[in-house]
């Protein structure tokens, strides 16, 4: 019963290169939410899908992009990488609309 | 927007007193209301999901309280345990948001043995 996986679990870049964070989930959910959570800052939402093909974005979608080409997966794209997304980015799912989110267990990216 | 508000940022109880958490937001008309458990360097351990209809729910050790009138939600954790040193947030989903939680910036606790 694997839940929420995300890789890599650890990433160190350099600015300007690109990245591609993975979110799978087993558990049928269908929507997806891409957070990052820095000190101070708390969790903020990057982007989110509420279907498979659907994304949307969130309160700070800037420098990131997002595909959910099949409905366990939800991936998070750094273009091109720059030291203030140095964060630790969080992958949750929800079976529905009101359901409970289930996390990942994060990536922590540094950017230098 | 949706504002969450944890206060106190950090706690410390010695072991077997109860803890009292709180989580306050400005938008009453919420769906419902998530708290999770954050070990350092680990990822959210979900603790209690309460709807906004209901008043309160219960898990072992853990009962959280919610009036959506007011704008708040309580969490009690019953004769605290070292282990439930944690940072522990509350998240907030209003009805319309498709399905988004807004996160509270959490309490920090330390159950001292």
């Known amino acids: 019963n694997a839940g929420v996986t995300q890789t890599p679990k650890f990433r160190v870049l350099k600015t300007g290169q690109s990245m591609t964070l993975l979110c799978a989930q087993d558990m049928n959910h269908e929507y997806m939410y891409w957070y990052r959570q820095d000190p101070g800052m708390g969790l903020r939402l990057i982007h989110y899908?509420?279907?498979?093909?659907?994304?949307a974005k969130g309160e700070v979608p800037d420098g990131y992009n997002v595909s959910r080409l099949k409905k366990q997966n939800f991936l998070l794209g750094l273009e091109s990488a720059a030291p203030s997304q140095t964060s630790v980015y969080f992958c949750?799912?929800?079976?529905?609309?009101?359901?409970?989110?289930?996390f990942g267990s994060g990536t922590r990216l540094t950017v230098v | 927007k949706q504002e969450v508000t944890q206060i106190p940022a950090a706690l410390s109880v010695p072991e077997g007193e109860n803890l009292v958490l709180n989580c306050s937001f400005t938008d009453s008309a919420i769906y419902n209301l998530q708290w999770f458990r954050q070990d350092p360097g680990k990822g959210l351990t979900s603790l209690l999901l309460?709807?906004?209809?209901?008043r309160e729910q219960t898990s072992g050790r853990l009962n959280a309280s919610l009036d959506k009138s007011s704008g708040r939600s309580t969490l009690y954790i019953a004769a605290s345990q070292p282990g439930d040193s944690a940072t522990y947030l509350c998240a907030v989903r209003k009805a319309d948001s498709w399905g988004k939680f807004q996160f509270g910036a959490g309490t920090q606790v330390v159950v001292t043995p």
């Open positions: 309460i709807q906004s209809s209901q």
């Open positions: 949750a799912s929800s079976y529905k609309r009101g359901g409970g989110y289930t």
């Open positions: 899908s509420v279907g498979e093909g659907t994304t």
